[in-house]
């Protein structure tokens, strides 16, 4: 974590966020630019947030238990309801104590006690959505919020009464992924190999493993010699995945993690990934198309509406999981790369949609909305 020195007589924000990826890297990038501009920050998140504080720039992190009530079981829904009004409780104790000019909350159950407790105490509130779906939690704090402010120009399940009060600014981005937006999209000729980056993340390195290799097994021999795979692959699949691909014709890298994304990027021609909204984001700033595949269980099916809104913008094509095969997806990628024109088109078509100004839009709304 990194400490900030405090100045009391600076406003404080107080940052909640849920313990994923996709909630703490937009809430950290928030915070950067809040210090940028001379205000303290603190930080409550969960257990799993705190795999994420290390930079964090907060000079404190106050850490707590989550209580989710998607159960059905009463003893379960008893103990959550004990656990978030003791949440509750010791947020508005807190405040009362460091006096927050303003609550700024990303999503996730971790972030449900603090907003609770600036509503409590009339302490401004603004939310953050990253998906296409207005998450629960935000969806209970939309109407209470000073902005919600979107990651997308979509914003399903948001109640009639907020979306007067939204403001589409879009997902921060990490900085070298800024940087792949001024590299030019790389050539494609007749000579050239067409790169394809395949990245599963946790919930889709196993099944892209699987299908993804035996999808370019199908395609013809010409195509199969032209690609050149960069995939991200568990650890145990590594080689029965590089066996395919060498029976293929195809040359490839293979990996279970790729610590220089950026540059991986910046070299592509075609993505295949899944579609939580710090990826959709990441390939339209960027500017390179996509074959998106959703992830089925995901909550309020909000990976779908993430990449349908990249589809509706020219950058990507859908497989939803249920009909992700191998032949669908050979298909698919059939007809992508021998339109390769096409797929210039479609990398300038993504890049269109790229936010490039999220974080500074979101503290602008943050200090209006303290009204300092």
């Not at 707590?64 to 829904?77: E, F, M, N, Q, Y």
């Not at 006096?99 to 609770?116: E, W």
């Not at 890298?253 to 959709?280: N, Y």
Request: glycine share 8%; with cysteine.
């Amino acid at each position: 974590m990194t400490k900030i020195s405090s100045n009391d007589s600076a406003p404080l924000v107080i940052v909640a966020a849920g313990g994923t990826g996709g909630h703490m890297f937009p809430a950290q990038a928030f915070a950067e630019e809040m210090v940028k501009r001379g205000w303290r920050v603190g930080l409550v998140t969960d257990d799993r947030g705190m795999r994420y504080v290390e930079n964090f720039p907060a000079e404190w992190i106050e850490q707590v238990k989550a209580a989710t009530i998607g159960s059905k079981r009463p003893d379960k829904l008893l103990a959550a309801a004990f656990k978030i009004r003791a949440g509750i409780s010791a947020a508005k104790k807190h405040m009362k104590k460091v006096k927050p000019a303003l609550v700024a909350g990303f999503g996730g159950y971790p972030s449900f006690p603090s907003l609770s407790a600036a509503k409590a105490l009339r302490v401004p509130i603004i939310i953050h959505e990253q998906n296409a779906v207005l998450g629960r939690v935000n969806r209970v704090f939309a109407n209470t919020a000073v902005t919600v402010a979107s990651g997308f120009g979509r914003l399903d399940k948001i109640p009639a009464n907020a979306e007067g009060h939204r403001i589409e600014v879009g997902n921060p981005v990490r900085a070298p992924i800024l940087t792949v937006r001024d590299v030019p999209y790389p050539e494609v000729g007749q000579d050239t190999k067409i790169n394809l980056l395949v990245t599963g993340g946790s919930q889709g390195a196993k099944m892209f493993g699987e299908i993804v290799p035996a999808a370019i097994g199908l395609l013809p021999e010409e195509l199969r010699f032209k690609l050149h795979m960069v995939q991200q692959v568990r650890e145990d699949q590594i080689e029965d995945v590089q066996a395919i691909y060498d029976q293929a014709g195809v040359t490839c890298e293979l990996k279970p993690f790729f610590s220089d994304m950026d540059q991986r990027l910046a070299a592509t021609h075609l993505v295949i990934a899944r579609s939580g909204a710090g990826t959709v984001t990441e390939l339209s700033v960027a500017g390179r198309p996509a074959i998106l595949v959703p992830l089925g269980i995901a909550m309020d099916d909000h990976q779908r509406a993430n990449a349908e809104s990249l589809e509706a913008g020219g950058g990507a094509d859908v497989i939803l999981e249920k009909d992700f095969t191998a032949d669908t997806l050979a298909r698919v990628l059939e007809e992508a790369l021998r339109a390769e024109e096409e797929l210039q088109l479609r990398a300038a078509a993504a890049k269109a949609l790229g936010p490039l100004t999220a974080t500074k839009e979101l503290a602008d709304i943050a200090i209006k909305a303290a009204n300092l």
